[in-house]
């Protein structure tokens, strides 16, 4: 015996029955109306979703996507770096992704938040509670990890960032910033 996939009667076997429902797996027309009703439902609950997260994307501001952004490449950032410990200590425990330059108002939608070379892997401690992310042994860490030639170059592009002279990141860079971050967290996770 067979049940119906609505209601969960026992309904006979093909086999014994000629009835286009019951052949279909339910056990009379209300039960078929019943299913075909939910799935309906579901399909425009799904179809509602999709049309809501695309008219909430439509009205995000620069900044939205700037911070969805930084999530992203922090993620990377922190996957990247993790087994190379906290660049401000001898911590293994990388839990953040601290910038050098921090990203305060001023650099808000500037490249420099999201440049790699501006941000590495911390431990928790160093990055949120060591006066503005230890920056002191941040630039000796960074210097011991990269060498003095990169730092210059990094500093070079804040100056740079500064006069003006690298515009503000725009919306497309953002999401094109989020669609690299999320194949390069795949890649990562596949080379486990």
Known sequence: ??????????????????????????????????????????????????EHAARKESIKTLQQHVSDAQRWVNRVVVAEDRGKGCISCTSLNITDAGHFFHKGTKYRTAWLTLDRRNLNGQCKECNLFKGGG?????????????????????????????????????????????????ARLKAIKTNL
């Open 1 to 50: 015996m067979r049940k119906c996939r609505q209601c969960r009667e026992p309904i006979p076997s093909k086999k014994d029955c000629t009835d286009p429902y019951t052949n279909g797996g339910f056990c009379d027309i209300a039960c078929y109306g019943l299913n075909k009703a939910k799935k309906d439902r579901e399909s425009r609950d799904k179809r509602q979703r999709k």
């Open 134 to 182: 230890n920056q002191y042994e941040y630039r000796i860490g960074y210097i011991a990890r990269y060498g003095l030639a990169a730092f210059e170059d990094l500093e070079e592009f804040k100056r740079s960032t500064d006069r003006g002279e690298i515009p503000s990141i725009t919306i497309d860079e953002c999401k094109q910033a989020i669609a690299d971050s999320k």
